[in-house]
Each structure stands twice: as C-alpha cells, then as structure tokens.
C-alpha cells in the first residue's frame, strides 16, 4: 500500500512538472513572436521617411571581444526573434559576441561549434567522435567567422551561463590539445578570461530527479520528465518544420533526423531508443550527472596564464540545521519544486555513490537547476585551485590560474531571459563581469576603453595649447 502510494505521489510530481515546464516554454515562446509581431506592426504602420538618420557607432578593434555562451535550452542571437537569453546585457559593451550553440547537444559538440562560430569554417566534430555517435562528421557552415583573426595575440573573453561554463573549458582543452585539423596552432591562451554564471562545473543531482539513472549516469529512467523531454524533440525534429527550426533548433542537425532523411523506419528506431542523440548519450544531460561531469573533467586543465571567476547561485537556506527554500517569492515557479527536492536529495543506498567521500548534505544548497558546491569551482575528480571572494576589491589584482568564486543569491535563471526579474542586482552583476574583462584582466598591458583613450587625447590636445 505504501509503495503505491509513493507511486501515486511521483506521478502527480511528473504530471505537475512537465505542465510547468511546457507552459514556460510557451511563455517564452509566445513572448518572442508577440514582441515580433509589434516590431513588424511598428515597422510597417509607421510614416515613411526620405531622411534616414542613422547612428554610427564606432568600435575598438584593439579590444578582446567578450563572448556570451548560453546553457542548456538556451539560444543565441537571431534565434527566438528579439528575445535575448542574457536579458540584453549584451548592450552593455560594444564587443560583445552571442553565439547560437545546440540547445540540448552534448557539451562536446557545442564547443567544436563554437570554434568554428569563432573562427569560420564548416563545422568538423571529428571523424572518430561522430562515427561513434552515430552522426555526420560536418554541421553548419560559417562563411566567415564572427572572430577570424581570434589567435594568441588575439585572445578571447568568454562568459557562460549554466553548461555554456563548462563548454568554454573543454573548449579550451580543445585549444591546448589543437584538437582542430587544419588548426594546429591553437593554444591555450587564445582564452584570455573564463567568467561563469551559475556554471555546471561539477554535475548535478538534478538530472537524477528528471530521469537520469544515478547508477550509471547516462542512462534514463523509462517513465520521467527527460523521457517526455525526449519524445517531443523527436517529434520536432522529425517534422522538420523550417520557419519553427529557424526560430528555435535543438541543434540536432548532424543526426538527420528529419523526416526528409529519416523517414518512418527512422523515425520508429529513434523512438524506440535504437539510434540518435539519445540512444547513443551525445546530447547534454549525460553531461551534467556527477559521473558525466567527472568524466569530462578528468580531461579538463585550469591554465597558468588564463583568469577564471565564477558567480555561483543559492536559492536555500538553512532553519535549525534543516536546508530548506529561501523564501517562496524569490524563487520562480518553474524552480521551486526542484530547489525544495534538491535540499532534501539522498543518494539511492543501493547504489554506489559517485565518487569516494560523497555525503548528500554537501549537495543539498542548491539553485534549482544545479547544486551551489557545483558552480565554485571544478572540485572533482580533482579539486582546481580556488578562492573564495566576499567582495571583489579582495581579488584586485586578479591572479591566473586560479578559481575566484563568489556565492550569490538568486535562482538558477535570475539573470537571464527576464531582466525585470533581477532588478538592480542584474546591472551590479553584468556590470562587475565587462568591468573585470575590460580593467582587471589583461596579459600585456591594460586595455584603454574607448572613453579613457577620448580623455586622454583631449588632455593631450589642451597641454599642447
């Protein structure tokens, strides 16, 4: 009797789940065609006019650009019409790049896209990877790179939200091992500065509870909100719409599963589990169990010459020893669920821990997406040099090769998508980040921003008067 009603109970939690995630999807969704639509409207009803003025904005071409990566089920510019992942912080700096990357792809192939994003070229995600899982060698062609010339003298700022954090490491790996044919000069120190927000460094407990098997970590549960995750990406892929792919893409592309490829027998063996993304582990959430995030940091350096901070989020709190949810406003309604099972997680006694000295209560802080002992620093296997800052002043000057982190309130979603959400607390935060890339990091000498270089000259000007 009891087992059934624990059942019952389980199945309520997925029922409440996935309309709770399904009608944020919607929202989101709905939000970007309402806002094109009015943009539409506005630019078709409004007077026409001979005289066009239209501001030059001048860029410094001496400045590393700053690159924004996106987490899982986000998206980069030109995708979901107007609506920007990070909120519009990419206003905030006149070199900022934000690059699309598959929304649920493996972390691996998101950062072989990004290179070639970068650099140009037709995306090559290795002979020997893409025969392994099952799909094409070559993706999407770049004509030309947003950042061709990107090279050691021209190194690169990244920011990454969520798993977008984890991507820009292994890309560096990437860079260190010249992991690029026909680029066998990359480097490591083509990534001037690592900056995360809410970084999946070290998995999550989370994946556990949406569907992952916590035996192997890789594997799904057969009744779960991935397994429903999964069968309408299928679905959507398969169908292939084009003006819905363009708007929003899983970025499954390299698998052929449409139907103009796939076919129904296609199709049928992808459903079935026998072929695609999921069968063969290549997609994101395999990436974000502890095991998967083990696995891939087994691989994965902290570089000398390479700055690294990281912001990570905390949505709990803790009563009279118990760890519970800090407050039922601040959190969004999407979350909430996860951040009130994240606090009480215990690892299945039945099954092997993870990793030798593993204790639930170490995991319990959490933002609703990923554990807060998570997003420091990448502390497993093998724990990277870190530092913990209450204030930034305490880290000036910033030392590389070293984890700074600082521990911030707020959900796992609080700066990105929904600006309004944060307040205030969204301009300290991507305003302290372009400050640190712009004043703080630096190999050979500071970068003089555009309004600095102004200063000068005209002081320059009124000595010589």
Known sequence: MMRLWINGLQMVELIVSSWVHLLYGYYIFSTAVAYDLSQGLYEYLRPNSNLEVKEVVKCRDDLPPIVLVHGIFGFGQGRLGGLSYFAGAEKKDERVLVP???????????????????????????????????????????????????????????????????????????????????????????????????GAFNGTTRTYMDGMQPEDGRTMKPISLLQLCRLGVIMYEWFDISWLQTYYNFGFDHFNLSWRKAGIRGLVDTLLGNSGPFATGDWILPDLTIQGSMRLNYHLQTFPNTYYFSYATKRTTKILGVTVPSGLTGVHPMLFIRVLQMSIWRHPPDVPPPYKGYRDEHWWDNDGALNTVSMTHPRLPIEHPHRFVANDSECHPLQPGIWYYKIIKGDHILFVVNRER????????????????RKHVFRKRPQMLPNEAHQQQSELQQTEE
């Open 100 to 198: 699309d990357l598959g929304s649920l792809t493996s972390i691996y192939d998101r950062a072989r896209e990004l290179f070639y994003y970068l650099k140009g070229g037709q995306v090559d995600y290795g002979e020997e990877h893409s025969k392994a899982c099952g799909h094409s060698q070559f993706g999407r062609m770049y004509e030309q790179g947003n950042y061709p010339e990107w090279d050691e003298d021209h190194p690169i700022h990244f920011v990454g939200h969520s798993a977008g954090a984890q991507v820009v490491r292994v890309l560096q790996q990437m860079l260190h091992d010249k992991a690029f044919k026909g680029h066998e000069d990359t480097n490591e120190n083509w990534v001037l500065s690592i900056t995360a927000l809410s």
């Open 422 to 437: 944060a307040g205030v607390q969204f301009d300290l935060i991507y305003d302290s980040i372009f400050e640190r890339c």
